[in-house]
């Protein structure tokens, strides 16, 4: 029982990994390959933020509408001169970005693994029974997961700016005929899932030590749960990483370098038996 409850609550942090790639995917059929190093480079930014003595949550707080206007600025003056029927285009450039944020990095905090202190909070948890103990931290990233896919769902069905997200993403020529400017409503969108990025790497450099160079791994993490949950589908990405942290901590249950391999090979015999993913979108 306790590997399945650690597993829901890897998949959590996976969930927040997970969730911009989904809704940049969902909208703009953008794949972007820099993912992993946005979010290595929004963990820093809370280090950076936290060494000049702002408590970590304040210093993630700062973080996100930077990443906010990052990312908005990124799709507006970027990335929608690149966005087409041919994925190469994009996929080159964020490959460039993924490039340029590890040497960045490697160049100004050097390639020691980092993490930003919350003091007792890292260590606090509370105990289920039968020996059983939930950290505090964990629960509460597995909240905010949760939180942000609900608000996500919710906002695609109820507001005026997830209309627009799910006009453009259907037919953009008519959602321009019908008024919408379709580069701002994608710069929207990206600014939206670069504040879920920053979110989703401050809370990992407050789980554990980040380095410049674990972007590609949180990329693959972030993308497998996509995949396997069904691309475009929040609930369905949120379910695909709770069920690809659960598979890993049963791999490191059996033996500890097994658990990533673990996640690996459900990821394959998904898309070998189901290639449009368990959950696929229905919104």
Not at 10 to 28: N, T, V
Not at 71 to 99: C, E, I, W, Y
Not at 228 to 254: D, E, P, Y
Not at 269 to 283: N, Y
Request: with cysteine; aromatic share 10%; charged share 10%.
């Amino acid at each position: 029982m306790d590997m399945i409850i650690s597993g829901v609550l890897l998949g959590g942090l996976y969930g927040l990994f997970a969730l911009g790639l989904s809704l940049m995917f969902g909208i703009m059929r953008l794949t972007n390959t820099a993912h992993g190093d946005f979010m290595v480079l929004a963990a820093y930014a809370v280090l950076s933020f936290a060494s000049l003595g702002l408590p970590a949550w304040l210093a993630l707080a700062t973080t996100l509408p930077l990443a906010w206007l990052l990312g908005f600025v990124l799709q507006r003056h970027v990335l929608n001169g690149v966005l087409g029927k041919d994925p190469l285009p994009s996929l080159v450039v964020t490959f460039g970005m993924s490039v340029f944020i590890q040497n960045l990095l490697l160049q100004v905090f050097s390639a020691d693994p980092r993490s930003v202190d919350t003091g007792a909070f890292a260590t606090e948890s509370f105990t289920l029974g039968a020996g059983m103990s939930i950290g505090v931290l964990p629960l509460l990233i597995l909240a905010l997961a949760v939180g942000c896919t609900a608000g996500l769902q919710w906002m695609f069905r109820a507001t005026d700016l997830g209309r627009s997200f799910r006009a453009v993403s259907d037919d953009r020529e008519i959602a321009e005929l019908m008024g919408l400017n379709a580069r701002t409503v994608y710069a929207l969108a990206t600014a939206l899932a670069f504040m879920l990025v920053a979110l989703a790497g401050g809370l990992q450099s407050m789980r554990t030590t980040v380095a410049p160079t674990d972007g590609p791994l949180l990329l693959l993490f972030a993308f497998e749960a996509v995949i396997i949950g069904g691309m475009g589908s929040f609930w369905g990405t949120l379910a695909g990483a709770m069920l690809l942290g659960i598979v890993q901590q049963i791999g490191f249950r059996i033996d500890p370098g097994w658990g990533i391999w673990a996640g690996h090979l459900m990821f394959l015999l998904v898309l070998a038996v189901r290639p449009q993913g368990l959950f696929p979108k229905t919104r």
